[in-house]
């Protein structure tokens, strides 16, 4: 995450779940060695500086605690998750930010034909990113779909900062050719 300039960021659950790969090298594939080392130095980043932006309602912790453990082991996620749980009422006001559910959407889901597709379960997180009033980009690991949506999003003024950039277009237009 050095070469990302901004201090705070909304943070894509498959961020901290790539990170908790590192809790067992062997089994990590070898095109994705680099990204789970690239997930888990982002997610210590955000634990010493606290940069992370989040929904006032829980949403995306809730996405977070459905997916890593609480007690914080094995992996650098699921340390986020307990780091998160213990700190998240100490981040600024500004940082948790209300977004408002709208059926399958939110409100502060941009308006913008190419996203119409767009994962509804991935929605509060560009739902977020849009409310704050600074912007923050989101981080993105491993999701291609992503990668497909990243020009309608600049359009709409979200910034997306792919961890993995390499991986995740190989594997996006893998699919492509599907």
Same mark, same amino acid.
């Given at each position: 995450?050095?070469?990302?300039?901004?201090?705070?960021?909304?943070?894509? !659950? *498959? /961020? +901290?779940?790539?990170?908790?790969?590192?809790?067992?090298?062997?089994?990590?594939?070898?095109?994705? /060695?680099?990204?789970?080392?690239?997930? /888990?130095?982002?997610?210590?980043?955000?634990?010493?500086?606290?940069? &992370?932006? &989040?929904?006032?309602?829980?949403?995306?912790?809730?996405?977070?605690?459905?997916?890593?453990?609480?007690?914080?082991?094995?992996?650098?996620?699921?340390?986020?998750?307990? %780091?998160?749980?213990?700190?998240?009422?100490?981040?600024?006001?500004?940082?948790?930010? *209300?977004? !408002?559910?709208?059926?399958? !959407?939110?409100?502060?889901? +941009?308006?913008?034909?190419?996203?119409?597709?767009?994962?509804?379960?991935?929605?509060?997180?560009?739902?977020?990113? *849009?409310?704050?009033?600074?912007?923050?980009?989101?981080?993105?690991? !491993?999701?291609?779909? %992503? %990668?497909?949506?990243?020009?309608? &999003?600049?359009?709409?003024?979200?910034?997306?900062?792919?961890?993995?950039?390499?991986?995740?277009?190989?594997?996006?237009?893998?699919?492509?050719?599907?």
């Amino acid at each position: 995450m050095g070469k990302h300039t901004f201090s705070r960021f909304v943070v894509d !659950t *498959n /961020v +901290p779940k790539n990170a908790n790969l590192a809790s067992d090298p062997g089994s990590i594939p070898d095109e994705l /060695v680099i990204c789970v080392q690239e997930c /888990v130095n982002s997610i210590e980043k955000i634990m010493k500086t606290g940069g &992370l932006v &989040l929904d006032s309602k829980n949403e995306i912790f809730d996405e977070y605690r459905g997916q890593l453990a609480m007690k914080g082991q094995p992996g650098v996620g699921d340390r986020f998750l307990k %780091w998160l749980h213990y700190n998240q009422y100490s981040f600024p006001d500004s940082d948790r930010v *209300n977004i !408002t559910k709208n059926g399958d !959407t939110y409100d502060e889901f +941009p308006d913008h034909t190419d996203l119409i597709a767009f994962d509804i379960s991935d929605r509060k997180f560009v739902a977020v990113a *849009n409310a704050h009033p600074d912007k923050p980009p989101i981080l993105e690991a !491993t999701d291609s779909k %992503w %990668w497909g949506w990243r020009n309608a &999003l600049k359009e709409a003024t979200i910034s997306v900062k792919f961890i993995c950039p390499d991986y995740i277009k190989t594997k996006y237009h893998d699919k492509m050719k599907k």
